[in-house]
């Protein structure tokens, strides 16, 4: 059973830095995508972010190339989300996820296995 522990968000002001983190289990991590998403109430699940097992191959939405940063540990089994220069546009509960092992990246969520109940990041103005 996959489970995900995401932690690591708060309330910062625009402009700030927040590093999001998940803990996996039950992942077979060492060969999948682990991705970020994040969604707003009333809202589609939005990708975020998302690199495959060697962690030279990611890709990031067009609203945050440039300021988000994906990277894992594959020792630990944990992927985190560097989020710097933060929006108020970037408000959400954020969620990490897990392929099916050798499948590439997706920006699909439906493909996805969601494990976790996320972590609320808020940009103030």
Not at 76 to 104: E, H, S, W
């Amino acid at each position: 059973q996959v489970q995900m522990a995401e932690s690591g968000g708060g309330l910062v002001q625009a402009g700030g830095s927040l590093r999001l983190s998940c803990a996996t289990s039950g992942v077979t991590f060492n060969s999948t995508v682990m991705a970020w998403f994040r969604q707003v109430p009333g809202h589609e699940r939005e990708f975020v972010a998302a690199n495959r097992w060697n962690n030279y191959n990611a890709e990031y939405s067009d609203s945050v190339k440039g300021r988000f940063t994906i990277s894992r540990d594959n020792d630990k089994r944990t992927v985190d989300l560097q989020m710097n220069d933060l929006k108020p546009d970037d408000t959400a509960i954020y969620y990490c996820a897990t392929r099916r092992p050798y499948f590439g990246i997706s920006r699909n969520p439906s493909v996805y296995s969601f494990g976790g109940r996320g972590t609320q990041v808020t940009v103030s103005s």
